[in-house]
Every structure is written in C-alpha cells, then in structure tokens.
T-cell receptor
Framework: QKEVEQDPGPLSVPEGAIVSLNCTYS??????FMWYRQYSRKGPELLMY????GNKEDGRFTAQVDKSSKYISLFIRDSQPSDSATYLC??????????????FGTGTQLKVEL | NAGVTQTPKFQVLKTGQSMTLQCAQD?????MYWYRQDPGMGLRLIYY???????DKGEVPNGYNVSRLNKREFSLRLESAAPSQTSVYFC????????????????FGNGTRLTVT
C-alpha cells in the first residue's frame, strides 16, 4: 500500500465548476501538507502549503486537512481553463533520526473545458 | 530570473551508454534534489544535497551518481543506462526554513525527458 493515495483522473469539468481534488494517507507522522500544480511539459510549482488541520484559503483555492481521517483536499472555485493541469499532493514528516521525508501523490489530471 | 535550469531537455540513449544531466539554480538555495517522475509512480527522490559538499541517497538511488559541483550546480550521472531508467528527470532546489529542507517549498526545473532503448 502506498503511503499517499491520489486518484489519477482524468477529471473533466465545465468552466466555472467547483473542483475537489483529494488525497488520503496512511503515515500518521505526516505534519506538513502541500499541493503542487504541474502544467504539461513543465516542472511542478507550489500552490498551497498547510500545517494544521482545518482550512486555508488563497483566492479561488482552498486547502483542507483532516488529520483524524488522514485526508486532504484542494478545492478550486470558479474553475478556469487555465487551471487545466496535473495537481500533486505532497506531505512531509520529521524522521526520528533527524531530517525530513517528503512524499508525493501520483497526481490528478484536471481539464477545465469552455 | 531563470530559477532552476536543466539541460538537456530531451535525450535518447542506447542501453549501456552513459550521460550526465545538468542542473543549475540561481536562487542561492542550499539544498538541491533529483527526482524521477513515472506514470502511476509519482515523483520519487533519487539523490539530494542538503548543502554544498554533501550528498545523500533518496528512495531510488541505484544506477545513479551525483555531484554537487558548487552551490549552484548539481549533476546526475547514469553510468550504464538501462530501459528502466526511461523517465522524466526533475531537478529541484529549496531554502531550509526552520524545520529543514523537506518542509521548504521545492522549486523545480522543467525536466529532462530521457528514453533508453
């Protein structure tokens, strides 16, 4: 079983729709949660970064973390064609021997259609 | 403002050939990383360099070597390429912020698409 599970999609929605992207995880040590956006033929770029359970909002994007359920979500409101990309969740844990471990989900491919 | 620059963008190798993937960053970051991205597998860490002069193995280091040439440059070498190394390779850098480099945002290059036949 992978430490981080993410539905690969593809997910296709009409412009203006609300999009929900999700990841589940099994490692209770994960403390930091991130969402990266990756356009075709490009490297991933950081979109959102959260530490605690709850919601964090940035413009049309809201990141939600539920540590009790080991579940994180990214909501996109009023989706635009420019949001078409692959969205990767990422999580990090502090290792007992020192240092950190960052684990990525496999990514969900999103297409927003006109 | 270039960020992280990777060369080459594309490469085709025959089994057994060697090559070096180059990466340079102009953000004065201390930490640099090499990842590979494969369908259904996500991003997997090959090697990383927490600071100039240090390198450590990641999740999938077999078949690769790295060199942290200076603070800006971090290269990845395939000594004897195998078809299993067909992948997209990403270099990334970060600046540690308190909790350590893994909890700092990674800045990625645009990748090298490698095919080994």
């Amino acid at each position: 079983q992978k430490e981080v599970e993410q539905d690969p999609g593809p997910l296709s929605v009409p412009e203006g729709a609300i999009v929900s992207l999700n990841c589940t995880y099994s490692n209770s040590a994960f403390q930091y949660f991130m969402w990266y956006r990756q356009y075709s033929r490009k490297g991933p770029e950081l979109l959102m970064y959260t530490y605690s359970s709850g919601n964090k909002e940035d413009g049309r994007f809201t990141a939600q973390v539920d540590k009790s359920s080991k579940y994180i979500s990214l909501f996109i409101r009023d989706s635009q064609p420019s949001d078409s990309a692959t969205y990767l969740c990422a999580m990090s844990a502090i290792l007992t021997g020192g240092g950190n471990k960052l684990t990525f989900g496999t990514g969900t491919q999103l297409k927003v259609e006109l | 403002n270039a960020g992280v620059t990777q060369t080459p963008k594309f490469q085709v190798l025959k089994t057994g050939q060697s090559m070096t993937l180059q990466c340079a960053q102009d953000m004065n970051h201390n930490s640099m990383y090499w990842y590979r991205q494969d369908p259904g597998m996500g991003l997997r860490l090959i090697y990383y360099s927490a600071s100039e002069g240090t390198t450590d193995k990641g999740e999938v280091p077999n078949g690769y070597n790295v060199s942290r040439l200076n603070k800006r440059e971090f290269s990845l070498r395939l000594e004897s390429a195998a078809p299993s190394q067909t992948s997209v390779y990403f270099c990334a850098s970060s600046e540690p912020k308190g909790m350590g480099s893994y909890n700092s945002p990674l800045h990625f290059g645009n990748g090298t698409r490698l095919t080994v036949t």
